[in-house]
């Protein structure tokens, strides 16, 4: 059994940054693969980034290329989201995802863990 518990959210200036962390509990997390998900109001759950095992990481969503970025501590057993240049469109509660298929090509997982979630709202 993975918990995953996300901090980092809040209250940003478009523009600005935020790192979201994803502190996992569990067994064998080394193996494990890492996404982040966001959801908005009225629309539907989208990938952002995710992670393999390996540290290989692969953008889920166009729009935020060049943008973000996910990387794993695995001494700290924490993923995170860096996030720059952030705009309204951005706002969203953002979710840490897990799966146990860490070498498999990420974006194609069903991910078998969630966290409950962290707001990011960006607004001036």
């Known amino acids: 059994q993975v918990q995953l518990v996300e901090s980092g959210g809040g209250l940003v200036q478009p523009g600005g940054s935020l790192r979201l962390s994803c502190l996992a509990s569990g067994s064998n997390l080394d193996y494990y693969a890492f996404a982040w998900f966001r959801q908005a109001p009225g629309k539907e759950r989208e990938g952002v980034l995710c992670?393999?095992?390996?540290?290989?990481?692969?953008s889920l969503a166009d729009s935020v290329k060049g943008r973000f970025t996910i990387s794993r501590d695995d001494a700290k057993n924490t993923v995170y989201l860096q996030m720059n240049g952030l705009k309204p469109e951005d706002s969203a509660v953002y979710y840490c995802?897990?799966?146990?298929?860490?070498?498999?090509?990420?974006?194609?997982?069903?991910?078998?863990?969630w966290g409950q979630g962290t707001q990011v709202t960006v607004s001036s």
């Open positions: 995802a897990a799966d146990p298929k860490g070498g498999s090509y990420c974006p194609m997982l069903e991910y078998e863990y």
């Open positions: 992670i393999n095992s390996a540290g290989g990481d692969t």
